[in-house]
């Protein structure tokens, strides 16, 4: 059974960078699929943020790129958010998971993230 | 690359039926048959309910169906149950290996 855990910090100070991780158990990173961040604001809905293949090519939100960057460790079977120069409006519960361009298929249980001084 | 517009909300008496829709563009929705919905407890993770289009996971009660047609996607659930009462999501496929979720849709037993 394929399974994500989010971790990081759940305090971030706003200019400052959120760094956030997903381990993988029961699948093997390197062996495929597309690894992904997707938040969700209190209250409201889903964005992509971006995912990273298991060949390591990254793929971002337009309207986010300009801060975001995922990263994988396949040694460690984890993959990596940075998200750099956070304001309020980063505030979310952010999710990793797994998926295909059909579908996404394994959800991590989510980590809240609140930005504020 | 905007959402995907979905009502906010949808209701439906147990027994009935209710349908979502999701309209998107020929950049995503209508250029791909790759629609997926999801359904999203409050404080849990989104679960996948459909797939490519019409495809139900394994697990998925037939009670869901899902179609498209040009740029709009929908979603059918049939014979409501009090354990539907949910948000719902599409996601589609928007080429260049990018994906863009629809808005959210609150359904409501009555």
């Known amino acids: 059974q394929v399974q994500l855990q989010e971790s990081g910090p759940g305090l971030v100070k706003p200019s400052e960078t959120l760094s956030l991780t997903c381990a993988v158990s029961?699948?093997?990173?390197?062996?495929?699929?597309?690894w992904g961040w997707i938040r969700q604001p209190p209250g409201k809905g889903l964005e992509w943020i971006g995912s990273?293949?298991?060949?390591?090519?990254?793929y971002y939100n337009p309207s986010l790129k300009s801060r975001v960057t995922i990263s994988v460790d396949t040694s460690k079977n984890q993959f990596s958010l940075k998200l750099s120069s956070v304001t309020a409006a980063d505030t979310a519960v952010y999710y990793c998971?797994?998926?295909?361009?059909?579908?996404?298929?394994?959800w991590g249980q989510g980590t809240l993230v609140t930005v504020s001084s | 690359q905007s959402a995907l517009t979905q009502p906010p909300s949808a209701s439906g008496s147990p027994g009935q039926s209710v349908t979502i829709s999701c309209t998107g563009t020929?950049?995503?929705?209508?250029?791909?048959?790759?629609v997926s919905w999801y359904q999203q407890h409050p404080g849990k993770a989104p679960k996948l309910m459909i797939y490519?289009?019409?495809k139900r996971p394994s697990g998925v009660p037939d009670r869901f169906s899902g179609s498209k047609s040009g740029n709009t996607a929908s979603l059918t659930v049939s014979g409501l149950q009090a354990e539907d009462e949910a948000d719902y999501y599409c996601?589609?496929?928007?080429?260049?290996?990018?994906?863009?979720f629809g808005t959210g849709t609150k359904v409501t037993v009555l």
């Open positions: 996601s589609s496929y928007a080429g260049s290996s990018l994906c863009v």
């Open positions: 490519e289009v019409s």
């Open positions: 029961g699948y093997s990173i390197s062996s495929g699929y597309y």
């Open positions: 998971a797994r998926h295909e361009p059909s579908k996404i298929d394994y």
């Open positions: 020929s950049s995503d929705v209508g250029g791909y048959n790759y």
């Open positions: 990273i293949y298991h060949s390591g090519s990254t």
